[in-house]
Structure formats: C-alpha cells, structure tokens
C-alpha cells in the first residue's frame, strides 16, 4: 500500500501492482479500492495498476468542503506518482469523474469509462436540483440510512422495495459509512447531464463501455456520448450489468489499453 498527499494535504491510499504501462482506476459510489481490486488482479500481468481509495472513503483521508476539483487533484497525484502520464479507466460515477479530469487536461493517453450514467446531448438532466442538499442534511442529522435510500432510489433508480430488502443485508452498514460521499458524486454528476463542451474538448482516445443488460438511460446516453468526444467510440459488452466482472472486461481493457498506435474507430464493437 502507498500513499499521495494531494494539493489540499488529502492522503490518498493506494495499491500498486504488476508491472507495464501504469493505468489508474476510479471506481464510483458506495465503492472503494476493494471494488477495484479484482479487475487490478486481472491486469496486472500487463499494466502497473493503481487502484485507489478516493477521498472519503478507505485509508484515504477527507478535506472539507469539498469541490470536484480536489478529486480532480486527487487523480493528478496519482499520476504524478505514475510517472507524469497514466490512462485511466472509469467506472459509473467515477467515470465521470475521470472524464472531467481528462476535460481538465491531466495527462491522460488513453481513457476507459464503464457506463458513465450521463448525457452530453444538450438536455436538461435527470436528476433534481436539490438532491445534493437533501443528502448532506441526511448526513449532517445522522440519518446516514435515509441518505443511502434516497440515493439508491433517485439517482441509481433501484426500486422502493429493492431498497428495503437491499437495507437487511450484511453490507448495508458499509453503506451507510460512505453516506456522506453521496454529496460528492451528486457534484460530479450534477443534475445528470454534462456540457457537450465539456466532453467535447477530452483529447484522450477514449473506449466508451456500456453493458447490455445496464439501465436504459445507461444504454441511451452513453453510446452518445461517445459520439460527442472527438477521439472516442463505443462497445457494448454482450451479456453484462453495471457491475465489473473481470474475466470479460480486463481482456477489452488489455486490448484498448496496449493498442496505443491505432486511432480511435467510431464504429466500435
């Protein structure tokens, strides 16, 4: 295990492994780097990998208030620990945040994101304006719970009844000790839409991945948003959910990741 101080004194906690070109992975909500740590193993024969703890979570330490930029200044420790340039790959909200850091002009070749719940078509997003402050008055009252439920069924769409069910399982208390960053992925998304600026001024050659069993928003919007990013396209994972399974999705990364010579191909597969 090490560890990077961002530029706010933040510890981030990592873990290196393997050995190759180096690739950092950015995981989403109500994750750690213990989400991240199969598909590192899976890599690892052909890539450094870094799989870390964002701020907030894990070993990693927290400064507040928060702003997506310290994130933003979280991932460009890491590569600056990486040796200056790193690809990195995404997933679910944390793609979004690897998105924007790209959009911020880190030092990022190559970029993988595993369905990025957005859209980048100019349209007003999904999400309520308010929702940000909802959570952080839950937190702040010590109704992690509530802040769990109210995110679980507004932003990941899971039903009422799903979410109760989800509440008497043994993970549920690991849940609720990440509820106050909730906040911080409702700033990284917004209300659910990014600017098409935004995404459109990413040089990195990017691998949008969508599974073909995510949500339909998931499924819509992603694939568009590949065509908004100018050295980008799309593969649809045949057979899969929004969750990582390693033995299907390392072999795209390896292949995407190693593949620095080609261009971007916009018809994708």
Known sequence: MGEVRSKDGTAIAFERSGEGPPVILVVGAFNDRATGAPLATALQERFTVFNYDRRGRGDSTDTLPYAVEREVEDLEALIEEAGGSASVFGYSSGAVLALRAAAHGLSIPRLALYDPPVSADGGAGRLRGDLAARLAGLVEEGRRGEAVELFQTEVVGLPAEVVAQIRRAPFWPAL????????YEIEILGDGSLPPELAASVEATTLVII????????????????????EARARVLEDQGHDLVPRVLAPVLEEFLAD???GPDRAGR
């Open 211 to 230: 599974g073909e069993e995510s949500s339909p928003f998931i499924r819509e919007k992603a694939p568009a948003l590949a065509n908004v990013m100018p």
């Open 176 to 183: 609720e000790a990440m509820a106050h960053t909730l906040v």
């Open 260 to 262: 620095q010579e080609d």
